[in-house]
């Protein structure tokens, strides 16, 4: 599966749905970073292959070849990517799906609506524009009414409210770390058999075992959102 992960806007995580949410579920699919000067998913802990948007043949080329590949486009580079998606005749058909990423902000959901009408008036399908919401606090359907009733009145994206990533503190704690959420579920380390069983250990490395125990017991509750939303994503 060809995956581009995209949205006018900088600021609806399409780095960490990129490096959390598509690259566990789709055999550690490649990421490459259509990117120049913001964070990319290397900054996560994943293994990322940059490119710039002005290069695209170069990006159609591996597209071509590639089995399973996730292609996370900045803001900085969304110009050139549509650009030369356009430039080169049919090449959106190359994509699975775009997934798009949209938080609740006013701004965030009316940059989503023109993405849509751009990919539409390229040619892609509704059924392969994909909406991701992200950061949810509340109800979907209360929190993003621009963008839902957007696609209700044009039909050119498919809106599924069970694909939303729920408002949590972790993503946040893992870019400091640096560390992907698969990365910190696979540590082997018993945190709570290391706190009881070491009691004389000084206070800063008690301190770091139970907020590790902490993290991995938070993230497996964000897992199965993570897992749930998946599914919804592409059902």
């Not at 609506?113 to 209360?142: C, D, H, T, W, Y």
């Not at 990533?165 to 945190?191: C, G, Q, R, T, W």
């Given at each position: ?33 259509v ?9 996560l802990g ?30 900085s ?39 849509i ?63 992907s959420?698969?990365?910190?579920l696979?540590?082997p380390k ?21 907020d ?13 959102n ?10």
């Amino acid at each position: 599966m060809k995956v581009a992960v995209i949205n006018y806007t900088g600021t609806v995580g399409k780095t960490t749905v990129a490096t959390h949410l598509l690259a566990p579920r789709m055999g550690n699919a490649p990421i490459i970073a259509v990117e120049s000067i913001n964070e990319t998913a290397a900054g996560l802990g994943a293994t990322v292959e940059q490119i710039k948007g002005e290069r695209f043949k170069e990006l159609l080329g591996k597209l071509l070849v590639a089995d399973d590949l996730i292609v996370d486009v900045g803001a900085s580079n969304i110009e050139d990517f549509m650009g030369g998606m356009n430039k080169f005749d049919a090449a959106h058909a190359e994509f699975d799906y775009f997934v798009v990423p949209v938080t609740s902000g006013t701004k965030e959901q009316r940059e989503t609506v023109m993405l849509i009408q751009a990919l539409a008036g390229q040619g892609v399908p509704a059924e392969k524009i994909r909406l991701l919401f992200n950061r949810v606090e509340s109800s979907v359907e209360e929190s993003f009414g621009i963008v839902l009733k957007h696609i209700q009145k044009t039909q050119t994206a498919t809106a599924n409210p069970e694909a939303a990533i729920h408002e949590n503190e972790l993503f946040d704690v893992l870019a400091a770390k640096k560390i992907s959420i698969v990365k910190l579920l696979e540590d082997p380390k018993d945190y709570k058999a290391l706190l009881r069983d070491n009691k004389d250990a000084n206070e800063k490395q008690r301190a770091y075992w139970a907020d590790m125990f902490g993290l991995k017991a938070l993230a497996k509750g964000v897992n199965r959102n993570l897992d749930n939303a998946y599914a919804a994503l592409f059902a």
